[in-house]
């Protein structure tokens, strides 16, 4: 079983991920795993903050001369803006924030459930799933987010090789794959900074080379799609999930919906064994299960709940209406959110596909892996 745990508040020292379950024998490329912090630290719209972070990650246990051991993996993000300690408590809860429930569910301060709550957090989350990734890599997968809406308006996709696709996304600012629309997002997200505002967004994330049957149909909290959910739906701001045309099915008949299936010996070395639909509405998982195809997720985000002007709140100690507290924020962190689902995904399609086929070893995973096709071709 494959799984992290992460410690650390947003102005503190350093921020944690202990991965368990990870195989032994992988050799770690870190800055593979640092190219990843870096782009969760850029996209139009980002505030102040990432001018002073820089974030690496330092492996603390787990890897022996750059090879994973099979024992737990820590990883750590340290924090360059660390001030905990001189901070002072926010007054006022911010809309929209934990503030409020936190403060009240704890019966404590507001600073003390913010620094959590934040979105800085997610730093250690991208350093756990670029580290499954790497994992994923052995077996021809590969997760590719990029940001599809933002602030009402679409960017929509170009059709290409991935590679090409992923040239496109890297070369943009909102980390979209339609360079005719970067301008006028651009102008959206400075317009909504000139009036104190925030935007949110959509974002895609494709994983492609998928085998079958990661996940199962035999009990509710092992369907793929549920842990994807899950996942998705825990990095802060996320407000909904859909798999493939999601809530769009809801409004097609079944003959408009389900993918037909089709086979092509040509294609049975593939690891979906030349089993090949004209449509992937299913996103690539059928009944809990990943069916050969591509996956394919979408994340809304809310517009960020710190607003440089501020709406209305209350004094928690006067219980008087004022304007809500202020910390530095982002104006449009959607292109960054991209980058952390891509991560958080690889993290749970890992993790899946230990389940499958074993993690004490690469090895004796490549082993596992190559039988089940084999006998899955026989079928």
């Known amino acids: 079983m494959l799984r992290y745990l992460t410690a650390g508040e947003s102005h503190g020292k350093t921020l944690i991920a202990l991965v368990d379950g990870f195989p032994a024998g992988l050799e770690i490329d870190i800055e593979s795993i640092n190219g990843e912090l870096r782009r969760r630290q850029g996209g139009y719209g980002r505030g102040g903050r990432q001018r002073i972070e820089t974030d690496e990650v330092h492996v603390l246990s787990g890897v022996w001369k750059g090879v994973t051991l099979g024992s737990p993996i820590t990883l750590e993000v340290p924090n360059r803006d660390c001030k905990l300690d001189r901070l002072d408590e926010l007054p006022r809860p911010r809309p929209g924030h934990a503030d409020l429930t936190g403060a009240l569910k704890f019966l404590g301060s507001i600073r003390g459930v913010l620094e959590r709550a934040s979105a800085r957090e997610t ?116 407000k909904g999930v859909e798999v493939g045309l999601g809530f769009g099915t809801a409004r097609l008949r079944g003959s408009q919906v389900h993918d037909p299936i089709q086979y092509d010996p040509a294609l049975r070395n593939e690891p979906h064994l030349g089993y090949v639909r004209p449509t992937n509405n299913a996103g690539g998982i059928e009944g809990g299960m990943t069916n050969g195809q591509p996956l394919v997720l979408r994340a809304a985000m809310k517009p960020i709940s710190t607003l440089a002007k501020p709406l209305e709140s209350i004094n928690l100690d006067t219980k008087q209406r004022q304007e809500a507290s202020y910390e530095r924020s982002d104006v449009c962190a959607v292109p960054a959110a991209s980058v952390i689902i891509e991560n958080v995904v690889a993290f749970e399609i890992a993790s899946a596909f230990i389940d499958k086929f074993g993690g004490d070893s690469l090895a004796e995973m490549k082993s596992r892996y190559h039988d089940f096709l084999q006998m899955a071709r026989q079928r």
């Not at 980390?175 to 997200?189: D, F, H, M, V």
């Not at 104190?196 to 035999?218: M, Q």
């Open 123 to 238: 730093a250690v989350r991208v350093a756990a799933g670029a580290l499954a990734s790497q994992l994923l890599t052995q077996f021809g997968i590969t997760p590719f987010a990029y940001v599809v809406e933002i602030g009402g308006e679409r960017i929509e996709p170009i059709v290409a090789p991935l590679e090409k696709l992923r040239k496109k996304r890297d070369c943009s600012e909102i980390y979209g794959l339609n360079p005719s629309r970067e301008q006028a997002i651009k102008q959206l997200i400075d317009a909504a900074a000139k009036d104190g505002d925030t935007l949110g967004g959509i974002f895609e994330v494709c994983v492609y080379g998928l085998p079958f049957g990661l996940g199962s149909h035999a009990q509710w909290d092992r369907k793929l799609d549920a842990r994807l959910a899950q996942a998705v739906m825990s990095i802060q701001a996320i």
